[in-house]
């Protein structure tokens, strides 16, 4: 049974920072990929980051590009989201995944339906 776990979400005012953690139960962790999403109020959810399995090949939606910063520790099982200048539009409940893959090609990396497992998500709120 595979768990996702998200944790370090919270309110925040914009232009601070946050990490968010999501520790991975049940697999080999460092076999698969993971990803960032993240659901505003009143709109779908959308793609955040992406990592490979060995953490050396990354992807970014353009909205966070050059302020989110995705990384994963195999060791413990943890992938994280640095969030730094932090706005109004990151308010979102934000969701790890896990798709049961070495590696996503780039036109795959922001499809939901390529990931396996989700956390319940953690939120965060970032007031102005």
């Known amino acids: 049974q595979v768990q996702l776990m998200e944790s370090g979400g919270g309110l925040v005012q914009a232009g601070n920072s946050l990490k968010l953690s999501c520790v991975v139960s049940g697999r080999d962790f460092s076999d698969f990929v993971m990803g960032w999403f993240r659901q505003a109020p009143g709109k779908e959810r959308e793609y955040v980051a992406y990592i490979n399995r060995r953490g050396e090949d990354t992807a970014y939606a353009d909205s966070v590009k050059g302020r989110f910063t995705i990384s994963r520790d195999n060791a413990k099982n943890t992938v994280y989201l640095q969030m730094n200048n932090l706005r109004p539009e990151d308010t979102a409940v934000y969701y790890c995944?896990?798709?049961?893959?070495?590696?996503?090609?780039?036109?795959?990396?922001?499809?939901?339906?390529?990931?396996?497992?989700w956390g319940q998500g953690t939120q965060v709120i970032v007031s102005e």
């Open positions: 995944a896990q798709s049961l893959t070495p590696l996503l090609l780039p036109q795959f990396r922001a499809r939901q339906d390529k990931y396996d497992y």
